[in-house]
C-alpha cells in the first residue's frame, strides 16, 4: 500500500512537472514564434513526390551570433531543400511558368547558364517535370558543382569565365543552345512530315485560362507538372534565371511568405546577398507589403558592383564599365553572388540599404559558424552571415534579424573549404571568435 502511495505519489509529480514544462515552452513560444515546431497551416509530414518536399524549410535561431550580438539572428535553412539550396524554388517555379505557357514541352531540354547551384536544382527538378537540362557552367566554379550535375543525368558543358558583353560568357552559350535545339525540333518535324506525311505529336503543358475549354494541342497535361517522360517531343527552353522573372515570383510567393508566417511578422530587418537577384527581390518586397517598417538590405562580396548602385545610384565607374575589363576570377572566392550590371529581378528590390564584405571575413564566417554552431554552410551563406551581424550592431540589441542560409559547404569543399586553395589566397583562418568584424 505504501509502495502504491509512493508510486501515486511520484507519478503525480512528474506530471505537475510535465505540465509546467508545456506551460514554460508556451510562454517562450510567445516570445519566440520560431522556436515552435507545429506542422499545421497546412503542412504535410508526408509529401507527394520530390517537388512537394521543396520550401517549407525552417527558420533557425543562429545562436553563436545572436548570443554576441544580443539579437535574434535567425537563419532560413534552404540548404535542407532536396538540391540542397534555395535555388530549388526557383528550378519549380521557371519550370512549371514555361510548362504553363508552352515554352517548355514534356520531353524538352530545360537549358541555362550558371556557376552551380540553379545547375543543380535544375537538374534535380526536370525529370519530376519529364525534362532533361542541359548546363553551361564557367570552369573556375568548384568542380564538384558540375560532378553533382552530371551525377544528376545532366548534360554540362564547361567554358571559360568571360564578361557577359562577350558572346562566350556561359549564360550567351546557353542561350545558343536553347535556340539550337529548338532549330533540330524543327528540321526533325519537317523531316517527320515529309517521311510520313504527317505532322509531328506535339505535346503541351496546358493551363486552363489558355484552352477556354477548347482543345488547343492533340494531348492535354495538366499544368502542375506532370508530363509523359516517354513523349519524343524536343527542343529546348532557356531557363535564364537572371531575367527570367519566375525567379523573383518564387520568393515573393514562397520564401517571403514563410519568412513572414515563422517569425509572426515580428522581424525588424533582412539581409542577402544577391547574384540574380530574384531572393532579396522576392523577400523585400513582400515583407515591405507587410510591413514597411522592416528593413532590408543586400550583402555585396568583392568584385560586385551592386554596393554602388544601392548606396550611391552608379554601378561603377567609366574605367570599371562592363566589357571594359575581364572578369578577374580572383575578384572573390565566394560563388553565385555579385555581379556587374543591374538584373530585371534586382530590379524588383526594395531595399533601405547595402553593406560591402571581404572575402576573408565570409571565410572566416563559415569557420567560426561550423565550430560553435555546427553549421557548415557555404561561401554565400557565410557572406549573409555577416551581413547579419553587422545590421545587428547597427540596429542594436532587441532587433530580429533574418538572412538565409543559400546552401551547404558540401559544394564549396574543393575551393572555398581547401586548405591549400585559401592558403595561396592568403585567405588561411586564425581567428578565435568574431574578432575578424572589427578589423
Known amino acids: 500500500m505504501a509502495a502504491a502511495t509512493v508510486a501515486g505519489a511520484a507519478a503525480t509529480a512528474a506530471a505537475i512537472s510535465l505540465f509546467a514544462y508545456y506551460l514554460f515552452l508556451r510562454k517562450s513560444s510567445s516570445k519566440l514564434p520560431w522556436t515552435l515546431t507545429t506542422r499545421g497551416n497546412g503542412r504535410r509530414t508526408r509529401r507527394k513526390g520530390l517537388v512537394e518536399a521543396i520550401g517549407n524549410t525552417p527558420l533557425i535561431r543562429i545562436n553563436s551570433l545572436s548570443d554576441a550580438t544580443g539579437c535574434e539572428i535567425l537563419g532560413k535553412a534552404e540548404f535542407l ?113 515529309q517521311t510520313n506525311g504527317s505532322a509531328h505529336v506535339i505535346v ?46 518564387a520568393h515573393y510567393e514562397w520564401t517571403g511568405p514563410e519568412i513572414w508566417e515563422q517569425t509572426k511578422g515580428t522581424l525588424h530587418a533582412f539581409v542577402a546577398a544577391a547574384g540574380t537577384g530574384g531572393t532579396i527581390a522576392g523577400v523585400s518586397r513582400y515583407l515591405k507589403e507587410k510591413n514597411r517598417n522592416v528593413r532590408c538590405f543586400l550583402m555585396d562580396p568583392p568584385g560586385s558592383g551592386l554596393f554602388n548602385k544601392v548606396t550611391r545610384g552608379v554601378m561603377y565607374t567609366k574605367e570599371e564599365a562592363e566589357g571594359k575589363r575581364l572578369k578577374n576570377p580572383f575578384d572573390t572566392v565566394t560563388e553565385g553572388i555579385g555581379i556587374n550590371r543591374v538584373t530585371a529581378n534586382f530590379m524588383m528590390a526594395e531595399l533601405d540599404g547595402a553593406y560591402r564584405g571581404t572575402d576573408r571575413e565570409a571565410v572566416e564566417m563559415s569557420r567560426f559558424l561550423l565550430r560553435k554552431d555546427g553549421l557548415f554552410v557555404g561561401s554565400s551563406s557565410a557572406m549573409n552571415c555577416v551581413g547579419a551581424v553587422r545590421v545587428a550592431r547597427d540596429l542594436g540589441p532587441g532587433h530580429t534579424i533574418v538572412t538565409i542560409l543559400c546552401d551547404s559547404g558540401m559544394r564549396h569543399r574543393s575551393k572555398f573549404f581547401n586548405d591549400e586553395y585559401l592558403a595561396n589566397h592568403g585567405l588561411t583562418p586564425n581567428a578565435t571568435g568574431l574578432e575578424f568584424l572589427d578589423q
Open 81 to 193: 531543400n532536396p538540391g540542397g539550396s534555395v535555388k530549388d524554388r526557383v528550378a519549380v517555379k521557371i519550370i512549371e511558368e514555361a510548362l504553363e505557357s508552352g515554352d517548355l514541352v514534356c520531353g524538352g531540354v530545360v537549358i541555362e547558364g550558371s556557376a552551380g547551384s540553379t545547375a543543380i536544382s535544375l537538374a534535380t527538378v526536370a525529370p519530376a517535370y519529364g525534362c532533361k537540362c542541359h548546363v553551361v557552367i564557367p570552369d573556375d566554379a568548384a568542380v564538384e558543382k558540375s560532378q553533382i550535375i552530371e551525377a544528376l543525368g545532366a548534360t554540362v558543358e564547361r567554358v571559360r569565365p568571360v564578361s557577359i558583353t562577350h558572346r562566350d560568357h556561359f549564360v550567351n552559350i546557353a542561350r545558343r543552345r536553347a535556340l539550337e535545339a529548338n532549330v533540330a525540333s524543327e528540321k526533325r518535324e519537317t523531316n517527320d512530315m
Open 204 to 249: 503541351k503543358t496546358l493551363h486552363p485560362k489558355q484552352t477556354n475549354g477548347s482543345a488547343y494541342a492533340n494531348t492535354e497535361v495538366p499544368h502542375i507538372g506532370k508530363c509523359f517522360p516517354n513523349s519524343d517531343s524536343k527542343g529546348g527552353f532557356f531557363a535564364d534565371q537572371f531575367e527570367n522573372l519566375a525567379n523573383y515570383r
